[in-house]
């Protein structure tokens, strides 16, 4: 278990989150009123996304406590998806299942061979000892295969309720995941990217992350005039003028 003092790292896979909210920050009305007045807006964004994903860690400590649980729930989500998709428990299953199945099917089709036979022979007035074995047989076997079908039948409900019952708390585990997420973003953005931003804007001010008031680029001189005091005429008498 780490403390509060313990560094605290984004894991991979909540890189896209990450983006995300930094995205999110970046476009947020005081951040866009701050980089309009930069003089180097584009430039100041790029340099914020790069610092933002260079002090990825520190900024997701800011919201140390959602992020923890965010990931204790995903890490219990995990496990139960393993443990579900484990082939070991289809083989366990599969016995029941096809005795379940076949037992109803076999002990009706011996039932009704049965009681064809002991009844056929009744009718016919031969081996009526044995006719009544066949037709004693026969009830006996419907009658397993109706107490089959039964406990089939009350299986399969079971396991009906039993997926629905699960498929609820799944559900409810999943809509709890997905909060979990929300809650997180929300802090990482509150309390981590925004007061991350700003402070950076703070720093540069108007200027940027590059430039300042002495780098601003000079204006290029007016030109000449031939009213100004620094202009000459020909001097159409020097010796060096031709008509």
């Known amino acids: 278990m780490t403390s509060r003092t313990d560094p605290l790292r984004l894991h991979k896979r909540d890189r896209p989150d990450f983006e995300r909210v930094l995205h999110q920050a970046l476009q947020s009305d005081h951040v866009q009123q701050a980089l309009r007045a930069s003089s ?30 965010y990931l204790r729930l995903r890490t219990g989500a995990d496990k139960r998806a393993a443990r579900l998709t484990r082939p070991s428990g289809a083989h366990g299953q599969g016995l029941p299942a096809a005795l379940a199945v076949l037992t109803p099917a076999i002990s009706g089709t ?32 419907a009658a397993l295969a109706a107490l089959a079908l039964a406990a089939g039948m009350a299986g399969v409900l079971l396991a009906a309720l039993r997926n629905r019952a699960a498929a609820k708390r799944s559900h409810g585990r999943a809509g709890e995941l997905e909060q979990a997420r929300k809650d997180w973003q929300s802090a990482l953005l509150e309390r981590g990217m925004l007061p991350f931003v700003q402070h950076l804007l703070a720093q540069w001010g108007t200027g940027g992350p590059e430039t300042d008031g002495s780098s601003a680029p000079a204006k290029p001189p007016p030109p000449r005039r031939y009213s100004s005091p620094d202009f000459t005429a020909p001097d159409y008498s020097g010796p060096d003028f031709g008509r």
């Open 110 to 141: 011996a039932a009704a061979i049965f009681l064809l036979l002991g009844y056929g022979m009744r009718l016919t007035g031969t081996h009526q000892e044995l006719a009544g074995s066949l037709v004693r047989t026969g009830w006996a076997g």
């Open 40 to 69: 180097s807006g584009a430039a100041a964004a790029v340099e914020l996304r790069a610092r933002a994903r260079d002090d990825a860690d520190s900024i997701v400590s800011a919201s140390r406590e959602e992020y923890a649980a």
